[in-house]
């Protein structure tokens, strides 16, 4: 039997999935270049490009709110008991943590502001004593969580026969390949489009659900193993 409000609900999903994707890998390649991590580096990459700074900052931002809103939404694309624990359990601190990056997003337009208001040194001085701050750990651990829990739901709708295992099997290897890449630049940007691929067939699969076109591959609902 149909059901018009899930259908809404799984498009919606499906919709922000698709826009998330898109909206954060356009965020990440509108990073501005740097040669390393150190602060001071960093910095001068915000503050030396404002305009591509803030552009990447609020693409970023909303990239990860949109993905967290549709990742919580993915959920409704569970047919039965299988692999449903595991996708719900992955779920969670996944779109927790796209919340907390979300957030620490925001921090880059007071970085731009250090830099192009204060000398280096007092700019990296508190941008230094900010970031060592005991609360900021919070947001932290729970933004780094992100990448493993989204391992863990994937192999929950694998298991759920709402993907293949390739899913994360491909995810699982792009992200390792996603911290071995420089900080920026098309290399990231690349393997975070890669690293992002089952989210984007995850979307267009809600969208197709929500159509009454459910996706041969899928298997339907199975009981508990």
Same mark, same amino acid.
């Given at each position: 039997? @149909?059901?018009? /409000? ?5 498009f919606?999903? #499906?919709?922000a999935l ?5 909206v954060?890998v356009a *965020?990440?390649? %509108? ?9 001071? %580096? ?5 503050? =030396?490009?404002?305009?591509r ?12 709110? @949109? ?5 919580? =939404?993915?959920?409704s694309?569970?047919? =039965?008991?299988?692999?449903a ?7 969670v601190?996944a779109?927790? *943590?796209? /919340?907390?990056v ?6 880059d ?7 192009? #208001?204060?000398?280096?040194? !007092? ?7 900010? !970031?060592g701050? #005991? ?6 651990v729970? =933004? ?10 994937? /192999?929950?709708?694998?298991r759920? #026969?709402?993907? *293949?295992?390739?899913?994360p ?11 071995l890449?420089?900080?920026?630049g098309?290399?990231?940007t690349t ?12 979307g ?8 009454g ?5 899928? %298997? ?6």
């Amino acid at each position: 039997m @149909l059901d018009p /409000i899930a259908d809404r609900r799984r498009f919606l999903a #499906g919709l922000a999935l698709l826009a998330g994707v898109l909206v954060e890998v356009a *965020g990440w390649a %509108t990073v501005p270049p740097q040669a390393d991590l150190e602060s001071a %580096t960093y910095l001068a990459a915000l503050g =030396g490009d404002p305009g591509r700074a803030q552009l990447s900052a609020i693409l970023l931002g909303f990239g990860w709110a @949109l993905l967290a809103l549709g990742v919580a =939404g993915s959920l409704s694309l569970l047919r =039965g008991p299988r692999g449903a624990v595991l996708a719900m359990a992955g779920a969670v601190p996944a779109a927790l *943590g796209m /919340i907390a990056v979300s957030g620490q997003v925001y921090s880059d337009f007071y970085k731009i502001a250090l830099h192009r #208001g204060l000398p280096v040194a !007092d700019a990296v001085r508190i941008f230094e004593s900010a !970031d060592g701050l #005991g609360g900021t750990a919070a947001w932290v651990v729970t =933004g780094f969580l992100l990448f493993p829990a989204l391992l863990v739901m994937l /192999i929950g709708f694998a298991r759920a #026969g709402v993907l *293949g295992w390739w899913a994360p099997a491909l995810y699982a290897v792009a992200t390792v390949g996603f911290f071995l890449t420089p900080p920026v630049g098309w290399i990231p940007t690349t393997v975070l489009a890669v690293m992002f691929v089952p989210l984007v067939v995850l979307g267009v699969r809600a969208c197709t659900r929500a159509t009454g076109r459910v996706v041969a591959a899928e %298997t339907a609902p199975a009981a508990a193993a």
